[in-house]
């Protein structure tokens, strides 16, 4: 799970390696981190656990 998260108009897409040059690529290496729990998210799958969770506790407190 290589790139950078873009966040536009609501809506989240991965932009993979953007601006890759060499080795400036490997010396900072960037992560997404759930603040809530601390975790890092690392796969699809984390990410999208993440956000059924955050949905349901929408949908749960507006009723």
């Keep these: 799970m ?8 609501g809506v989240i897409r991965l932009v993979e390696n ?11 290496r960037k992560v997404m981190v759930y ?7 690392s796969s699809y799958s984390m990410l999208e656990q993440i ?7 929408l949908y749960s407190n507006s009723q």
């Design 18 to 28: 953007p601006n890759q040059s060499g080795a400036d690529s490997y010396s900072r």
């Design 2 to 9: 290589s790139g950078v998260w873009v966040f536009k108009n």
């Design 35 to 41: 603040l809530p729990t601390g975790e890092v998210v």
């Design 51 to 57: 956000l059924q969770s955050i949905k349901s506790g």
